[in-house]
């Protein structure tokens, strides 16, 4: 199985799609508390006075990442891991770094966009690592098609968390849509993305998104443009609620020899 060091108190690992954290064995029992949640002390008159432990943050910091729900794929993403390969990917990073390290409910978000493999899930996964793991926000990662089958097969009956989900994605302090535009687009979907898009939009919350389509308006007429995909009502909400970070450099799985091979050198860490 694979594991992760995360923090000095916690560890990643895999369970099926997403990565998972939990107490590092030298965490559990918790050998301050032994589990109490809370510290015993004497004052300066003599009184005993509780006080909560560290283990209660980090199973808040724990609960926080397993619910963000990250792809398994992303175990090992972080901010240190990456390594630009032009100047797109170094200011990418800067961004990135200064909206984990700064970000408070209702910052404004990122719009990652890009060919393919240039780094932007790797990067989004990374932000909510910090926001999660160092920080204790509450973040969701959604991919644009997971969630719209998720939809489906909850009004089919096939299973009841759809509604719920939504809800989930509306409220969390940092939502990640990664492959914005992706798959086929219809009127459905256009309106589920819209009503979420909405959403985060009237409540100020903070978005990341990762596309292939290129968002800039000046890009129109030179392959499929971003309003394309999402139409116009939610391309302009995009505009005021996320910061446009291109990433073009190279594709980071090639430099392996081959598409989805994981690469062995540092510099080439898998990428999205």
């Not at 029992?29 to 004052?43: I, K, M, T, W, Y």
């Not at 990250?70 to 990073?93: I, K, V």
């Not at 898009?197 to 409540?203: H, L, M, P, S, V």
């Amino acid at each position: 199985m694979r594991r992760e060091r995360a923090t000095e108190y916690i560890e990643l690992s895999v369970r099926g799609e997403v990565a998972v954290a939990a107490r590092h064995p030298s965490q559990t029992p918790c050998p301050r508390c032994r589990d109490a949640g809370f510290l015993s002390e004497q004052g300066p008159s003599g009184v005993l006075t509780a006080r909560p432990c560290r283990c209660r943050g980090i199973d808040h910091r724990v609960k926080a990442f397993n619910h963000a729900r990250l792809p398994a794929r992303y175990l090992d993403a972080c901010l240190e891991g990456f390594y630009p390969r032009d100047p797109s990917g170094g200011e990418a990073l800067r961004r990135a770094q200064e909206l984990a390290w700064t970000f408070t409910p209702h910052s404004k978000g990122l719009l990652l966009y890009g060919g393919y493999g240039t780094g932007k899930t790797y990067l989004a996964v990374a932000i909510a690592r910090v926001l999660t793991l160092q920080r204790g926000y509450s973040v969701r990662f959604v991919e644009m098609t997971h969630l719209l089958s998720t939809l489906k097969a909850s009004i089919r009956g096939e299973g009841g968390e759809g509604l719920a989900l939504l809800d989930q994605l509306a409220r969390a302090d940092c939502l990640i849509i990664d492959e914005l535009g992706k798959g086929q687009q219809t009127e459905w979907s256009q309106s589920v993305l819209e009503e979420l898009i909405t959403k985060r939009y009237n409540a100020s919350g903070t978005l990341i998104c990762t596309t292939n389509y290129d968002p800039r308006r000046a890009s129109r007429g030179r392959g499929q443009h971003l309003e394309e995909r999402v139409d116009s009502r939610v391309y302009s909400r995009l505009q005021q609620m996320c910061a446009l970070v291109p990433l073009f450099g190279g594709d980071y799985r090639r430099v392996a020899g081959g598409e989805g091979e994981r690469p062995t050198e540092p510099a080439a860490a898998e990428r999205g």
